[in-house]
Nanobody, 124 residues
Framework: HVQLVDSGGGLVQAVGSLRLSCAASGRTVSTYGVGWLRQAPGKKREFVAAISWSGTNTYYVDSVKGRFTISRDNVKNTMYLQMDSLKPEDTAVYYC?????????????????WGQGTQVTVSS
């Protein structure tokens, strides 16, 4: 059974930066695709970024391309989301998630394991 614990959220001013972390335990996720999704108040949970098990392939929603960087450390069983040039519209609860089959990384329904979420608030 995979357990994910995400952290690193907080309050930051626009154009600032935050780094989210997600630690996996219970079972290694080194062969899983992993990603970050977010949910703003009153909106559906949406895909933000994902990375393949090897780290070779990364995927981003258009609105964060060039600003966010996803990475992973399979030795530490941890993944990260570096968020730069933050905007107020990035405000949301961010969830890390694992996709055992590693396909359709943009599809939230493909993620079977979820962290508890960490709040990111960007002030203007």
């Amino acid at each position: 059974h995979v357990q994910l614990v995400d952290s690193g959220g907080g309050l930051v001013q626009a154009v600032g930066s935050l780094r989210l972390s997600c630690a996996a335990s219970g079972r290694t996720v080194s062969t899983y695709g992993v990603g970050w999704l977010r949910q703003a108040p009153g909106k559906k949970r949406e895909f933000v970024a994902a990375i393949s098990w090897s780290g070779t392939n990364t995927y981003y929603v258009d609105s964060v391309k060039g600003r966010f960087t996803i990475s992973r450390d399979n030795v530490k069983n941890t993944m990260y989301l570096q968020m730069d040039s933050l905007k107020p519209e990035d405000t949301a609860v961010y969830y890390c998630a694992a996709n055992r089959r590693g396909g359709r990384m943009w599809d939230r329904d493909e993620y079977g394991y979820w962290g508890q979420g960490t709040q990111v608030t960007v002030s203007s």
